[in-house]
C-alpha cells in the first residue's frame, strides 16, 4: 500500500534490502541497542484524528515532574523578558533562515550582523561569526581555525575542566584524523596550567580553556596567551557570556579565540536545547572565520546594507541567534552585569549557608560564579538529599559523575543559583537541606 507520505511498497524495500543484503528491517537496525528500541507499537502508528493526538500528547505532558530548578552544567535557568518571546515570534522571524538570495533579506542580514557586533563587544574580540549550532560545535571550530591558522603544527593542548559534552565532540571531531589532543592535568578542580610549558612543542598549534569550568569555578589565565604567543600557538577560551559580566574578557585574557554558549541570553532550558554557540577571533585570524559572516557596506543610492561577507558553510543557529540579539538589545550591557552580578550574590549566599549545615562542603576552595561543587560524605546520602528535595518541588542540582564518569565526581552535586532564584526559593531549599543533613 502507498501511502501519501511513505511512498515506498513493500516490494520496493524488499528490493532495496536485497541490494544490501539485509533480510529484515530488524537486521538493517541490529546495530541500535535493545535497550532504546520500543518494545511497543507507536500509539498513533494506526491513525488517530489530531485531536485524539493531542490529547494523548496532553497526557504525557502531565507526566512531567515540574519543580524549581537549581540546574546548571551548562543550561542555565536565567529570566527572559516577555518581549523576547513576542519579538521572536513575529512570523517573518520564526522561518529566519536566510533564504538562497541573501542579500535580499537585509532584515535577517541586519540581526545576525547585530549579533555579530554584540559577540565582539562582549569578548573584545575584533571579528565574529553569525553563531554556531552550540558551544561544543563552536570549541571545535576554533580547534580547527588553530590548526589551519599554525599550519604544518597536529597537537592541540586541552583543559580536562572543558564541559564534558564538549570534550566528548572534540574527541569525536578528531578521531580518524592526524590531529593530536593533549589533555592537561587537573589539579583540585582546576587545570594544572603549571605544566604548560612543559607540554610545549614545535607541533602545537593551540591551548583550549574553559571559564567558568566544568565545576563552576572561576580559572586564572594570567600570562598563558604570553606562554602560547612565544611557542607561537593560540589560545582559545570558552565562556559563558553572562559570566563576562564580572570575570574578564576573553580578550582581556589576551585571548586569539573566544568561544562559548549564548543560552544564558534569551534561550529557555527547553530539555537542554536549542541553544547557541558564538565564536570570534582577533583581526589576524578573521580570514579563518568559518560559516557565514555578515558585512555592512552601502547600497547604489548610499544607504546602509548588509552582505554576506563570507559563507563557507550554512552553520548557525538562526533563531537561537536572533533571540540573543533581542535579549541583549532590550537589557543592554548594564543589564547583563546585573544579572551576573545577582548569579554571583545568590549562589555565593546558598554556598555560605548550606556550608553551616555541615554534611556537605564546597569541593574545592576557589572562587566561582553562578554554580558551585558541593561534596557530600557519602552516596547514599546524596541520593536521599535528591530525593527529598525533589519531593518539595526542588531540583537540587547535577550529579557530576553522571556527565564526567570520573571516580573523584561521585559524591559531587553541582548547584546552580542564577538571578532568576528569588529567596524565597532559596529559603526552601535551606530548609529542606536541614531536615535532610541533619
Given at each position: 500500500?502507498?501511502?501519501?507520505?511513505?511512498?515506498?511498497?513493500?516490494?520496493?524495500?524488499?528490493?532495496?534490502?536485497?541490494?544490501?543484503?539485509?533480510?529484515?528491517?530488524?537486521?538493517?537496525?541490529?546495530?541500535?541497542?535493545?535497550?532504546?528500541?520500543?518494545?511497543?507499537?507507536?500509539?498513533?502508528?494506526?491513525?488517530?484524528?489530531?485531536?485524539?493526538?493531542?490529547?494523548?500528547?496532553?497526557?504525557?505532558?502531565?507526566?512531567?515532574?515540574?519543580?524549581?530548578?537549581?540546574?546548571?552544567?551548562?543550561?542555565?535557568?536565567?529570566?527572559?523578558?516577555?518581549?523576547?518571546?513576542?519579538?521572536?515570534?513575529?512570523?517573518?522571524?520564526?522561518?529566519?533562515?536566510?533564504?538562497?538570495?541573501?542579500?535580499?533579506?537585509?532584515?535577517?542580514?541586519?540581526?545576525?550582523?547585530?549579533?555579530?557586533?554584540?559577540?565582539?563587544?562582549?569578548?573584545?574580540?575584533?571579528?565574529?561569526?553569525?553563531?554556531?549550532?552550540?558551544?561544543?560545535?563552536?570549541?571545535?571550530?576554533?580547534?580547527?581555525?588553530?590548526?589551519?591558522?599554525?599550519?604544518?603544527?597536529?597537537?592541540?593542548l586541552v583543559s580536562p575542566t572543558i564541559h564534558p559534552f564538549a570534550l566528548s565532540v572534540l574527541r569525536t571531531w578528531a578521531s580518524h584524523t592526524d590531529h593530536v589532543l593533549v589533555m592537561l592535568p587537573q589539579a583540585d578542580g582546576l587545570c594544572d596550567l603549571s605544566s604548560l610549558e612543559s607540554a610545549l612543542s614545535d607541533d602545537v598549534a593551540g591551548v583550549l580553556v574553559q571559564s567558568p569550568n566544568r565545576?563552576?569555578?572561576?580559572?586564572?589565565?594570567?600570562?598563558?596567551?604570553?606562554?602560547?604567543?612565544?611557542?607561537?600557538?593560540?589560545?582559545?577560551?570558552?565562556?559563558?557570556?553572562?559570566?563576562?559580566?564580572?570575570?574578564?574578557?576573553?580578550?582581556?585574557?589576551?585571548?586569539?579565540?573566544?568561544?562559548?554558549?549564548?543560552?544564558?541570553?534569551?534561550?529557555?532550558?527547553?530539555?537542554?536545547?536549542?541553544?547557541?554557540?558564538?565564536?570570534?577571533?582577533?583581526?589576524?585570524?578573521?580570514?579563518?572565520?568559518?560559516?557565514?559572516?555578515?558585512?555592512?557596506?552601502?547600497?547604489?543610492?548610499?544607504?546602509?546594507?548588509?552582505?554576506?561577507?563570507?559563507?563557507?558553510?550554512?552553520?548557525?543557529?538562526?533563531?537561537?541567534?536572533?533571540?540573543?540579539?533581542?535579549?541583549?538589545?532590550?537589557?543592554?550591557?548594564?543589564?547583563?552585569?546585573?544579572?551576573?552580578?545577582?548569579?554571583?550574590?545568590?549562589?555565593?549566599?546558598?554556598?555560605?549557608?548550606?556550608?553551616?549545615?555541615?554534611?556537605?562542603?564546597?569541593?574545592?576552595?576557589?572562587?566561582?560564579?553562578?554554580?558551585?561543587?558541593?561534596?557530600?560524605?557519602?552516596?547514599?546520602?546524596?541520593?536521599?538529599?535528591?530525593?527529598?528535595?525533589?519531593?518539595?518541588?526542588?531540583?537540587?542540582?547535577?550529579?557530576?559523575?553522571?556527565?564526567?564518569?570520573?571516580?573523584?565526581?561521585?559524591?559531587?552535586?553541582?548547584?546552580?543559583v542564577t538571578e532568576k532564584r528569588s529567596r524565597e526559593e532559596m529559603e526552601t531549599y535551606l530548609a529542606a537541606a536541614r531536615r535532610v543533613l541533619r
Open positions: 500500500m502507498v501511502y501519501p507520505y511513505i511512498p515506498h511498497t513493500d516490494e520496493d524495500r524488499k528490493a532495496m534490502l536485497d541490494a544490501i543484503g539485509a533480510g529484515s528491517i530488524e537486521e538493517l537496525y541490529r546495530d541500535v541497542g535493545e535497550d532504546i528500541l520500543l518494545s511497543d507499537s507507536v500509539p498513533i502508528s494506526q491513525g488517530r484524528s489530531e485531536d485524539e493526538v493531542i490529547r494523548m500528547l496532553e497526557s504525557i505532558g502531565t507526566r512531567n515532574q515540574r519543580g524549581v530548578p537549581f540546574l546548571g552544567a551548562g543550561c542555565y535557568d536565567h529570566i527572559i523578558p516577555a518581549a523576547v518571546d513576542a519579538i521572536s515570534h513575529l512570523p517573518s522571524f520564526l522561518t529566519a533562515n536566510a533564504p538562497s538570495q541573501e542579500e535580499i533579506s537585509q532584515g535577517l542580514l541586519q540581526v545576525f550582523f547585530e549579533f555579530q557586533s554584540m559577540i565582539c563587544q562582549i569578548t573584545g574580540m575584533d571579528a565574529s561569526n553569525a553563531s554556531t549550532y552550540d558551544a561544543a560545535n563552536a570549541l571545535t571550530q576554533a580547534a580547527g581555525i588553530c590548526l589551519a591558522a599554525r599550519k604544518g603544527r597536529h597537537t592541540l565545576y563552576g569555578f572561576l580559572e586564572d589565565y594570567t600570562s598563558v596567551a604570553e606562554t602560547m604567543h612565544k611557542a607561537g600557538a593560540l589560545l582559545c577560551v570558552s565562556s559563558d557570556p553572562m559570566s563576562v559580566g564580572l570575570q574578564k574578557s576573553q580578550r582581556e585574557w589576551g585571548a586569539d579565540i573566544a568561544v562559548g554558549d549564548t543560552q544564558p541570553f534569551g534561550l529557555p532550558m527547553s530539555f537542554g536545547g536549542p541553544s547557541c554557540g558564538y565564536l570570534a577571533v582577533t583581526k589576524p585570524l578573521s580570514a579563518f572565520l568559518p560559516g557565514v559572516v555578515v558585512g555592512q557596506t552601502k547600497d547604489e543610492r548610499g544607504k546602509r546594507a548588509f552582505v554576506l561577507a563570507s559563507h563557507t558553510n550554512a552553520d548557525t543557529n538562526s533563531l537561537a541567534a536572533l533571540r540573543t540579539t533581542v535579549y541583549l538589545s532590550l537589557v543592554g550591557w548594564q543589564g547583563v552585569k546585573d544579572a551576573a552580578w545577582q548569579c554571583y550574590v545568590k549562589s555565593h549566599y546558598l554556598q555560605s549557608n548550606l556550608a553551616e549545615l555541615g554534611g556537605v562542603e564546597l569541593a574545592w576552595d576557589h572562587p566561582f560564579w553562578c554554580e558551585f561543587p558541593l561534596r557530600f560524605h557519602d552516596a547514599k546520602r546524596m541520593r536521599k538529599y535528591i530525593q527529598e528535595l525533589r519531593n518539595e518541588g526542588l531540583f537540587a542540582g547535577v550529579r557530576l559523575q553522571a556527565l564526567t564518569h570520573q571516580p573523584e565526581d561521585e559524591l559531587v552535586l553541582l548547584v546552580s
